[in-house]
């Protein structure tokens, strides 16, 4: 069983920055492959960004939001830089055991509650 734990949501100014950080439980964290998605209200969850020993992103944040891990401290971090209205969403951490770098939420083995992310015009 992993647990996962999101932080960091808030609500901010477009234009602006924010950094969600998400704990996982687990002694084997290094061998997780480890997801951002997000959901806005009345859309579908959606992928963002993932991490392996490499990265892959959604086009709609490409060179504006940065994943990455520190496998000593079971965390995995989402740097979102240069936020927009439309990236407010909830915005959910997940864990894939298999280590199958993928953009399907349906590849997830966990998920932690989310944190909100608002963007304000």
């Known amino acids: 069983q992993v647990q996962l734990v999101e932080s960091g949501g808030g609500l901010v100014q477009a234009g602006g920055s924010l950094r969600l950080s998400c704990a996982a439980s687990?002694?084997?964290?290094?061998?997780?492959?480890m997801a951002w998605f997000r959901q806005a209200p009345g859309r579908e969850r959606e992928f963002v960004a993932a991490?392996?020993?490499?990265?892959v992103y959604a086009d709609s944040v490409k060179g504006r939001f940065t994943i990455s891990r520190d496998n000593a401290k079971n965390t995995v971090y989402l740097q979102m830089n240069s936020l927009k209205p439309e990236d407010t969403a909830v915005y959910y951490c997940?864990?894939?055991?298999?280590?199958?770098?993928?953009?399907?939420?349906?590849?997830?083995?966990?998920w932690g509650q989310g944190t909100q992310v608002t963007v304000s015009s």
């Open positions: 997940a864990a894939d055991l298999e280590f199958v770098l993928s953009s399907s939420p349906h590849e997830y083995d966990y």
């Open positions: 991490i392996s020993w490499n990265t």
């Open positions: 687990g002694r084997t964290f290094n061998s997780y492959v």
